[in-house]
C-alpha cells in the first residue's frame, strides 16, 4: 500500500509544472529587460521560462546603466540630474512579479507611463530638498530669535 501510495506521488510530482512563464511587452519595443538583475532580453519577450516565484522585473530604456552610473559618479551638477532622472525612469518601471507553475504572466509597460512616473521622482525630490531647506530656515530664525 505504501509502495502505491509513493509511486502516485512521484507520478503526480513528475507531471505538476514547477515552471511558469513571463512575457513582456513595451511600447515602443526594444526595452531591455532584467529579471533580479539579470538580463532576460530584449522587448518583446514571449514566455521566458522562470520557475515559480517573485521576482524582481526591470525595464531599462535604451540609456546604459554603465553610463548613467558613470555620470552620476563624475559628471558636472548637470550630468548628474540627468542621469538621475534616466534611473527615476528606470526605477518606476521596476515591481515585483509573481511567476505561477503553469501559467503565463504578462506585462506591458510604455514610455509615457515611465516619463510620467519620472517626473513624479523630480517633484518629490525638489520637494523634498525644498521642505529640508525651508525647515533649516525656520530653525534658524527661531533660534536666531531665542539667542537674541
Known amino acids: 500500500m505504501l509502495s502505491v501510495i509513493i509511486t502516485t506521488l512521484l507520478v503526480l510530482g513528475e507531471t505538476l509544472p514547477t515552471a511558469g512563464f513571463l512575457t513582456v511587452h513595451s511600447s515602443p519595443p ?24 517573485k521576482y524582481w522585473l526591470t525595464v531599462v530604456s535604451n540609456d546604459s546603466l554603465e553610463a548613467l552610473y558613470r555620470g552620476l559618479r563624475t559628471g558636472s551638477i548637470g550630468q548628474r540630474l540627468t542621469a538621475l532622472w534616466a534611473l527615476a525612469r528606470i526605477d518606476a518601471a521596476t515591481s515585483q512579479v509573481e511567476i505561477l507553475p503553469g501559467m503565463e504572466t504578462r506585462i506591458t509597460i510604455d514610455q509615457r507611463t515611465m516619463e510620467k512616473n519620472a517626473c513624479r521622482a523630480k517633484w518629490l525630490l525638489i520637494g523634498g530638498v525644498g521642505g529640508i531647506l525651508g525647515l533649516g530656515i525656520v530653525l534658524g530664525v527661531a533660534i536666531g530669535l531665542v539667542a537674541n
Open 30 to 53: 526594444g526595452f531591455a529587460v532584467f529579471v533580479e538583475g539579470d538580463s532576460a532580453g530584449v522587448t518583446p519577450i514571449n514566455r521566458h521560462q522562470l520557475e515559480g516565484g
